[in-house]
């Protein structure tokens, strides 16, 4: 498994914007990381962990939550084995703990769940949305 680490969080206040990294350095220049889809998750306290956004290895696939539609995009820069969670617009609703998981093959009804079966994560970055 490979190890994912997030970075990014903190507070922002409602309306404002923010954006994730995920950073995954037991990939070897980006070559490995190139066969992965990236996924990004969040939990809030007391809540199940839900499916905000993945992404495919060759980005020709990405998906998004209502929630995460319109307002956040997910991106990746494989030679530098990164991926980007640009949250803008930010509401309290989206305060939460956000991991990033990898695995080998892209689905939406991954995605869309709580993604344990997602090969390898993170082990979250705190986002606050408060004023």
């Known amino acids: 498994q490979a190890q994912l680490v997030e970075s990014g969080g903190g507070l922002v206040q409602p309306g404002g914007s923010m954006t994730l990294s995920c950073a995954a350095p037991?990939?070897?220049?980006?070559?490995?990381?190139?066969?992965?889809?990236i996924g990004w998750f969040r939990q809030a306290p007391g809540k199940e962990r839900e499916g905000v956004s993945c992404?495919?290895?060759?980005?020709?696939?990405?998906w998004y939550s209502d929630s995460a539609e319109g307002r956040f995009t997910i991106s990746r820069d494989n030679a530098n084995s990164l991926v980007y969670l640009q949250m803008n617009s930010l509401k309290t609703e989206d305060a939460a703990v956000y991991y990033c998981?990898?695995?080998?093959?892209?689905?939406?009804?991954?995605?869309?769940?709580?993604?344990?079966?997602?090969?390898?994560w993170g082990h979250g970055t705190l986002v606050t949305v408060s004023s």
């Open positions: 998981a990898a695995d080998l093959y892209f689905s939406m009804p991954r995605c869309n769940s709580p993604g344990q079966s997602m090969e390898s």
């Open positions: 992404i495919a290895n060759d980005e020709d696939l990405i």
């Open positions: 037991g990939f070897a220049s980006g070559y490995i990381m190139d066969y992965y889809a």
